[in-house]
């Protein structure tokens, strides 16, 4: 089970998914900017852009279904009412009018392009993401979070949902079936937290006898985790798990960055997560390091190397395990 948001997610399932694994995504439905905010804000709908971007990520590779896929991710950009738009996020909203709800809509969305496994909307409740700031201040809705302008001296204290928000009871059963439970990479109060808000997620995650995997962000995010290091990602998400016990692994990326991008990145108020092993070891039980960079214009976790070391980790424990009961 991958759980977080559509860029976070959209990394981890493109690169497991063509490996020996049962994927499902569960996907924040907070959304509030761009195509997935004026379909909400005007239709009513849950937003559809996440979901898009994982269904996206599980569509086969090859060439019957990669048409249709790069028509999900298409995005207008002329237009009067179109102009922004993902086609995606049109369809997947016509689909919930014909179909009747979110749910059914996803669900003939995943047939149409075959995916390799199951995206479920964490929630079905229409619900908007707040924070509350150090200073009292509350910024409500998820993209007003994301592309916070002001204040960004001022650190998130807390973010929650109002109304509150009841788990698709599909989650659930994912997450008590689940071998392994994915949080990371994403935005940490905008992609990742929204889903642990949701009532009663955390609390089977907590409850699973899933292997507890969290991948570590490269990079810090102006007004959402400025100064944050590798320990304090893990120590939110177990603060709003609401438990002390450690995560089982912490999965950091070991690749020196390109001194061009990170120029870059500085200029924008963006850079390296710290890995402070010393402080992850309480939080963590074990952190696996690896070269998960991506080579090119952005800096970006490497899909198959992210892929391939989940896998290891996995596949040792599962080896481990069975060389503890053969002896």
Do not use: W
């Amino acid at each position: 089970v991958v759980v977080g948001g559509g860029t976070g997610n959209h990394t981890t399932l493109s690169g497991l998914k063509d490996l020996e694994c049962n994927l499902t995504a569960v996907v924040a439905m907070t959304d509030s900017g761009g195509s997935s905010g004026r379909l909400r804000d005007e239709l009513g709908q849950l937003p559809p852009g996440d979901v898009r971007q994982c269904l996206v990520a599980l569509a086969p590779d090859d060439r019957s279904t990669a048409l249709l896929a790069q028509l999900f991710d298409y995005r207008f950009n002329a237009g009067n009412g179109l102009n922004g738009h993902s086609f995606g996020n049109l369809l997947l909203t016509a689909l919930t009018e014909i179909t009747g709800n979110t749910a059914t809509a996803i669900a003939e969305a995943s047939r149409m392009l075959a995916i390799r496994g199951t995206v479920l909307p964490v929630t079905l409740t229409k619900s908007s993401l707040v924070a509350r700031l150090q200073d009292g201040t509350e910024v409500v809705g998820e993209a007003n979070i994301d592309q916070r302008k002001e204040n960004l001296d001022v650190s998130i204290d807390y973010v929650y949902l109002d109304p509150k928000a009841y788990a698709f009871t599909p989650v659930l059963e994912a997450i008590s079936r689940a071998d392994a439970i994915i949080m990371g990479p994403g935005d940490i109060y905008t992609s990742i937290v929204p889903n642990l808000l949701v009532e009663d997620v955390a609390t089977a995650i907590n409850a699973s006898e899933a292997t507890k995997i969290c991948v570590c962000n490269l990079m810090t995010k102006p007004g959402e985790s400025d100064g944050f290091k590798a320990s304090d990602f893990v120590n939110l998400i177990r603060d709003y798990l609401g438990t002390t016990r450690s995560l089982d692994y912490l999965v950091v990326n070991n690749t020196t960055f390109p001194e061009k991008l990170l120029e870059r990145y500085s200029s924008y108020g963006q850079y390296p997560v710290e890995v402070d092993l010393e402080h992850c070891k309480p939080a963590v039980r074990e952190v696996v390091q690896g070269p998960l960079l991506s080579a090119g214009v952005y800096l970006r976790h490497d899909p198959g190397a992210l892929a391939g070391t989940i896998m290891n980790i996995l596949n040792s424990k599962l080896a481990h395990a069975e060389t503890s009961v053969a002896d």
